[in-house]
């Protein structure tokens, strides 16, 4: 039907989440009606991006600077931590606007099943950022999952030495669900009513 | 959230049809976690299509070469025309596999309301096209629509001193519908049982 080229940006399209062999196809062709108007912008926002993209070597959260945007923004909460198992979820949290403090990314959850263990996460880096000092409370912000649950209660026994408060998000999360799949209302009343890890 | 960078290639992405602000942000996460995998090489294929981006001089296709793939294939018949609005059409005729000919893009439909007047379209570069010889058939391929179908009458009238048989789709589509959104099996359909305009 077309070039190797337009085939090659369909199938590239095609593998985003969320589209489709059609609706990738759609795309292409906006793309190639529209070059001043969405190629060019999508092929320079692109270029721009993978530049500067880089993992925050103090969070795990990935950004086009390191430390992350909300690593070193000045007006965030130094005391408070959020501990998410993936950088989606801490898109999540940031969306609801209602976490002031500084967050750690995982790189996942642990897993039997998956053959994921704890120092297949980022577990000790955070237990030496918690060690550093400064901090007064981690939420462990983990999905409402058996996986997560047991991720975070692994966290909760690592960290239950250290002079801090660990709370966790409330369980009006429905079970099963994953955070970045929430919508932003269950979330923010999941974090207003956090309790204490018991 | 995140850098301004990343907002804007998100903002980028929402702006495909298609996708809306949640399937672009996870269509982002998914470019910023598989760098390698995913945003390299849609990076890639847009560059590439951006650099040889063409509207066929021809047939009005866009694609990466001019004349373009259909245009510049030896294996296509030349005695044949099917006349479309959109290169959307175009391409849906395309996917069908069922026709051998040649293509010419109008680049709308005549609409009162929307003030396109022939002139507005290529209808006069299809009737050079015509006038230089060697077509047998024109298939007028617009969409069912009052304005397709309008369209469809203007170009017959234009046409008809020429030595050629002149066709339209089997009114088998959906009234109202549009070539792009119809099934392969439709739309072969009407290709098929495609008759001379009355
Ligand atoms: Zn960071
Ligand atoms: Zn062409």
New binding site residues.
Partial sequence: MASTEIDALSQALARLPGLGPRSARRAVLHLLKKREGALIPLLRALESVNERLAT??????V?TR???????DPRRDDRSIAVVEDVADLWALERSRLFPG??H?LGGRLSALDGVRPEDLTIDRLVTRISQGGVDEVVLAMNATLEGQTTAHYIADRLENFPIRLTQLAHGLPVGGELDYLDDGTLAQALRARRPVS
Same sequence: chains 1, 2.
Avoid: A, L, T
């Fill in positions: 925050c070597s103090v969070c795990g959260n950004d390191d430390p992350c945007s909300i690593c070193s500084r967050f990314v």
